[in-house]
Protein backbone atom coordinates (compact mmCIF):
# COMPACT_ATOMS: atom_id res chain seq x y z
CA UNK A 1 0.00 0.00 0.00
CA UNK A 2 1.77 3.58 -1.03
CA UNK A 3 1.22 6.49 1.15
CA UNK A 4 -1.12 7.93 -1.63
CA UNK A 5 -3.76 5.61 -0.58
CA UNK A 6 -3.36 5.31 3.30
CA UNK A 7 -5.66 7.40 5.75
CA UNK A 8 -5.03 8.05 8.93
CA UNK A 9 -7.90 8.79 11.40
CA UNK A 10 -7.84 9.59 15.16
CA UNK A 11 -10.17 7.54 17.77
CA UNK A 12 -12.25 11.53 18.16
CA UNK A 13 -13.11 10.72 14.64
CA UNK A 14 -15.64 7.78 14.95
CA UNK A 15 -16.99 9.68 17.86
CA UNK A 16 -20.52 11.53 18.12
CA UNK A 17 -21.12 14.35 15.86
CA UNK A 18 -18.11 13.90 14.03
CA UNK A 19 -18.41 10.36 13.06
CA UNK A 20 -21.25 11.10 11.97
CA UNK A 21 -20.48 14.82 9.74
CA UNK A 22 -18.18 12.15 8.13
CA UNK A 23 -20.80 9.70 7.44
CA UNK A 24 -23.49 12.14 6.04
CA UNK A 25 -20.43 13.55 3.84
CA UNK A 26 -19.50 10.28 2.65
CA UNK A 27 -22.39 9.81 0.81
CA UNK A 28 -22.14 10.94 -3.06
CA UNK A 29 -22.45 14.06 -3.94
CA UNK A 30 -26.43 14.79 -4.82
CA UNK A 31 -26.76 12.94 -1.34
CA UNK A 32 -24.67 15.28 0.46
CA UNK A 33 -26.02 17.85 -1.06
CA UNK A 34 -29.58 16.53 -0.26
CA UNK A 35 -28.78 16.34 3.23
CA UNK A 36 -27.40 19.96 3.49
CA UNK A 37 -30.62 21.47 1.88
CA UNK A 38 -32.67 19.47 4.38
CA UNK A 39 -31.25 21.69 7.26
CA UNK A 40 -31.61 25.12 5.50
CA UNK A 41 -34.64 26.98 5.07
CA UNK A 42 -36.08 26.98 1.44
CA UNK A 43 -34.53 30.29 0.08
CA UNK A 44 -31.06 28.49 0.55
CA UNK A 45 -29.82 26.09 -2.11
CA UNK A 46 -26.59 23.24 -2.24
CA UNK A 47 -25.99 21.44 -5.09
CA UNK A 48 -23.79 18.57 -5.90
CA UNK A 49 -21.39 21.23 -7.83
CA UNK A 50 -20.88 23.18 -4.39
CA UNK A 51 -17.91 22.35 -2.30
CA UNK A 52 -17.92 21.30 1.39
CA UNK A 53 -16.12 20.26 4.04
CA UNK A 54 -15.22 17.57 5.31
CA UNK A 55 -15.73 15.53 2.67
CA UNK A 56 -16.21 12.17 4.28
CA UNK A 57 -13.62 10.01 5.34
CA UNK A 58 -10.97 9.97 2.31
CA UNK A 59 -11.46 13.87 2.56
CA UNK A 60 -11.97 14.81 6.29
CA UNK A 61 -10.30 17.86 7.39
CA UNK A 62 -12.78 20.20 8.69
CA UNK A 63 -12.64 23.72 7.00
CA UNK A 64 -11.34 27.39 8.96
CA UNK A 65 -12.99 29.69 7.58
CA UNK A 66 -9.76 31.95 7.46
CA UNK A 67 -7.38 29.46 5.51
CA UNK A 68 -9.74 26.96 3.47
CA UNK A 69 -9.43 28.34 0.20
CA UNK A 70 -13.08 26.65 -1.08
CA UNK A 71 -14.98 29.11 0.51
CA UNK A 72 -13.59 32.52 0.72
CA UNK A 73 -11.72 34.90 -1.56
CA UNK A 74 -7.64 35.55 -0.78
CA UNK A 75 -8.72 38.78 0.72
CA UNK A 76 -11.85 38.03 2.63
CA UNK A 77 -9.97 35.47 4.85
CA UNK A 78 -6.98 37.46 5.11
CA UNK A 79 -9.45 39.88 6.69
CA UNK A 80 -11.02 37.20 8.78
CA UNK A 81 -7.63 36.02 9.66
CA UNK A 82 -6.30 40.04 10.99
CA UNK A 83 -9.31 40.20 12.51
CA UNK A 84 -9.03 36.80 14.56
CA UNK A 85 -5.03 36.55 15.35
CA UNK A 86 -2.47 39.44 16.21
CA UNK A 87 0.09 36.67 15.41
CA UNK A 88 -1.36 34.01 12.63
CA UNK A 89 1.78 31.83 12.87
CA UNK A 90 1.06 28.56 13.21
CA UNK A 91 -2.16 29.38 15.38
CA UNK A 92 -5.71 28.57 14.73
CA UNK A 93 -8.80 29.66 13.54
CA UNK A 94 -11.90 28.32 15.11
CA UNK A 95 -12.53 24.44 12.89
CA UNK A 96 -16.27 23.81 12.00
CA UNK A 97 -18.00 20.62 12.03
CA UNK A 98 -19.45 21.35 8.10
CA UNK A 99 -19.44 23.90 5.92
CA UNK A 100 -21.06 24.65 2.32
CA UNK A 101 -21.14 27.19 0.10
CA UNK A 102 -24.79 27.94 -1.12
CA UNK A 103 -27.26 30.30 -3.28
CA UNK A 104 -28.73 32.36 -0.89
CA UNK A 105 -31.43 34.10 -2.86
CA UNK A 106 -29.60 35.13 -5.50
CA UNK A 107 -25.80 35.41 -3.80
CA UNK A 108 -23.63 33.14 -3.03
CA UNK A 109 -23.18 32.50 0.39
CA UNK A 110 -21.94 30.23 3.39
CA UNK A 111 -23.61 27.34 5.59
CA UNK A 112 -21.57 27.00 9.04
CA UNK A 113 -22.57 24.12 11.29
CA UNK A 114 -21.72 23.27 14.57
CA UNK A 115 -22.89 19.74 15.07
CA UNK A 116 -22.94 17.56 18.72
CA UNK A 117 -24.70 14.09 19.32
CA UNK A 118 -24.79 14.41 23.00
CA UNK A 119 -24.78 17.05 26.02
CA UNK A 120 -21.38 16.96 26.86
CA UNK A 121 -20.37 18.17 23.65
CA UNK A 122 -22.48 21.19 24.66
CA UNK A 123 -20.00 21.51 28.14
CA UNK A 124 -19.01 24.96 28.64
CA UNK A 125 -15.85 26.06 27.83
CA UNK A 126 -13.08 28.86 27.50
CA UNK A 127 -10.28 30.36 25.12
CA UNK A 128 -7.68 28.34 24.99
CA UNK A 129 -4.82 30.83 22.86
CA UNK A 130 -1.44 30.43 24.62
CA UNK A 131 -0.04 33.40 22.89
CA UNK A 132 -0.87 36.60 24.59
CA UNK A 133 -1.43 38.96 21.77
CA UNK A 134 -4.15 36.46 19.78
CA UNK A 135 -5.87 35.97 23.02
CA UNK A 136 -6.15 39.62 23.43
CA UNK A 137 -7.05 40.03 19.73
CA UNK A 138 -9.64 37.66 20.21
CA UNK A 139 -11.22 38.82 22.96
CA UNK A 140 -11.42 42.08 20.88
CA UNK A 141 -13.02 40.54 17.73
CA UNK A 142 -15.24 38.87 20.30
CA UNK A 143 -16.37 42.30 21.76
CA UNK A 144 -16.74 43.78 18.70
CA UNK A 145 -19.31 40.91 17.69
CA UNK A 146 -20.79 41.19 21.08
CA UNK A 147 -21.59 44.72 20.89
CA UNK A 148 -23.09 44.30 17.00
CA UNK A 149 -25.08 41.57 17.84
CA UNK A 150 -26.64 43.80 21.04
CA UNK A 151 -27.13 46.47 18.86
CA UNK A 152 -29.47 43.98 16.67
CA UNK A 153 -30.99 42.30 19.61
CA UNK A 154 -30.21 43.05 23.23
CA UNK A 155 -29.21 40.20 25.24
CA UNK A 156 -25.96 38.51 23.81
CA UNK A 157 -22.92 38.21 26.33
CA UNK A 158 -20.11 36.71 23.81
CA UNK A 159 -17.28 35.68 25.86
CA UNK A 160 -13.41 34.11 26.08
CA UNK A 161 -14.16 33.36 29.36
CA UNK A 162 -17.73 31.42 29.23
CA UNK A 163 -19.27 29.60 26.29
CA UNK A 164 -16.31 30.50 24.13
CA UNK A 165 -17.08 28.20 21.29
CA UNK A 166 -20.72 29.66 20.71
CA UNK A 167 -19.14 32.63 21.46
CA UNK A 168 -16.92 32.48 18.34
CA UNK A 169 -19.66 30.76 16.06
CA UNK A 170 -21.71 33.74 16.39
CA UNK A 171 -18.96 36.13 16.22
CA UNK A 172 -17.31 34.77 13.22
CA UNK A 173 -21.22 34.50 11.60
CA UNK A 174 -21.63 38.18 12.26
CA UNK A 175 -17.82 38.51 10.75
CA UNK A 176 -18.72 37.20 7.74
CA UNK A 177 -22.33 38.85 6.94
CA UNK A 178 -21.01 42.00 7.57
CA UNK A 179 -18.02 41.33 4.82
CA UNK A 180 -21.43 41.06 2.49
CA UNK A 181 -21.33 37.13 2.32
CA UNK A 182 -24.77 35.43 3.22
CA UNK A 183 -24.57 33.12 6.17
CA UNK A 184 -26.90 30.10 7.68
CA UNK A 185 -25.16 29.11 11.39
CA UNK A 186 -26.94 26.33 12.31
CA UNK A 187 -26.75 23.99 15.41
CA UNK A 188 -27.14 20.39 14.65
CA UNK A 189 -28.60 18.01 17.26
CA UNK A 190 -27.81 14.23 16.26
CA UNK A 191 -30.55 12.42 17.31
CA UNK A 192 -30.68 8.73 18.86
CA UNK A 193 -26.64 8.77 18.89
CA UNK A 194 -26.78 5.20 20.71
CA UNK A 195 -22.83 4.64 20.31
CA UNK A 196 -22.37 7.47 22.39
CA UNK A 197 -24.73 6.42 25.04
CA UNK A 198 -22.49 5.57 27.47
CA UNK A 199 -21.75 8.30 30.85
CA UNK A 200 -23.57 10.20 28.33
CA UNK A 201 -27.22 12.39 28.10
CA UNK A 202 -28.08 12.05 24.40
CA UNK A 203 -30.40 13.71 22.13
CA UNK A 204 -33.73 11.44 21.77
CA UNK A 205 -35.90 14.18 20.07
CA UNK A 206 -35.34 17.23 18.70
CA UNK A 207 -36.80 19.52 21.28
CA UNK A 208 -34.49 17.63 23.77
CA UNK A 209 -31.41 19.34 21.40
CA UNK A 210 -33.31 22.74 21.49
CA UNK A 211 -33.82 23.13 24.96
CA UNK A 212 -30.18 21.94 25.37
CA UNK A 213 -29.05 25.22 23.16
CA UNK A 214 -31.72 27.52 24.44
CA UNK A 215 -31.45 26.86 27.84
CA UNK A 216 -27.68 26.03 28.16
CA UNK A 217 -26.49 28.81 26.09
CA UNK A 218 -28.97 31.44 27.08
CA UNK A 219 -26.25 33.41 29.36
CA UNK A 220 -24.32 34.00 26.14
CA UNK A 221 -26.96 33.95 23.56
CA UNK A 222 -30.66 35.45 24.30
CA UNK A 223 -33.39 33.01 23.06
CA UNK A 224 -34.31 35.62 20.24
CA UNK A 225 -31.25 35.57 18.10
CA UNK A 226 -32.02 31.51 17.46
CA UNK A 227 -34.57 30.78 14.13
CA UNK A 228 -34.61 33.88 12.68
CA UNK A 229 -33.05 36.17 9.33
CA UNK A 230 -31.07 39.26 10.73
CA UNK A 231 -30.16 42.01 8.34
CA UNK A 232 -26.43 42.76 8.88
CA UNK A 233 -25.82 45.95 6.81
CA UNK A 234 -28.28 44.19 3.98
CA UNK A 235 -26.58 41.08 4.26
CA UNK A 236 -28.97 38.16 5.57
CA UNK A 237 -28.02 35.82 8.32
CA UNK A 238 -30.12 33.39 9.28
CA UNK A 239 -29.09 31.04 12.90
CA UNK A 240 -31.29 27.82 13.41
CA UNK A 241 -31.75 25.22 15.28
CA UNK A 242 -31.58 22.22 13.56
CA UNK A 243 -31.60 18.09 14.36
CA UNK A 244 -30.89 14.77 11.88
CA UNK A 245 -30.77 11.23 13.14
CA UNK A 246 -27.60 9.22 11.34
CA UNK A 247 -27.87 6.14 12.20
CA UNK A 248 -24.67 3.83 12.17
CA UNK A 249 -26.20 0.20 10.42
CA UNK A 250 -23.69 -2.67 9.88
CA UNK A 251 -25.58 -5.72 8.16
CA UNK A 252 -24.74 -9.25 7.70
CA UNK A 253 -26.29 -11.64 5.39
CA UNK A 254 -25.58 -15.45 4.80
CA UNK A 255 -27.19 -17.65 3.29
CA UNK A 256 -26.14 -21.16 1.38
CA UNK A 257 -23.85 -21.32 -1.59
CA UNK A 258 -26.00 -22.09 -4.74
Known amino acids: MTSENTLTFQEKDFRGSRFRCLLS ?14 LTPNEVTVTENHQWAPKGFQS ?20 LKSWWLAKPGSAN ?6 VSNC ?14 AHVKEFADNRCGAKNRENFNRIKEAISEANDAWNAITPGFSLSTDSKYQLSNRFAFAWKVASLGIPVVLIYLGFLKAEDMSKGNTLFNSHSDWDSCVTTGGES ?9 TFDINGTPLTTMIQSAQVDIHAQCTTGEPE
Not at 25 to 38: H, K
Not at 71 to 79: P, V
Not at 93 to 98: G, K, Q, R, S, V
Not at 220 to 228: I, Q
Request: hydrophobic share 35%.
Open 25 to 38: TSQPDPAVAEFINS
Open 220 to 228: CVPNEAWNR
Open 93 to 98: TPNWDL
Open 60 to 79: PDEAQLAKTEEFLSDTNREK
Open 103 to 116: VYGEKPGLILVEAK
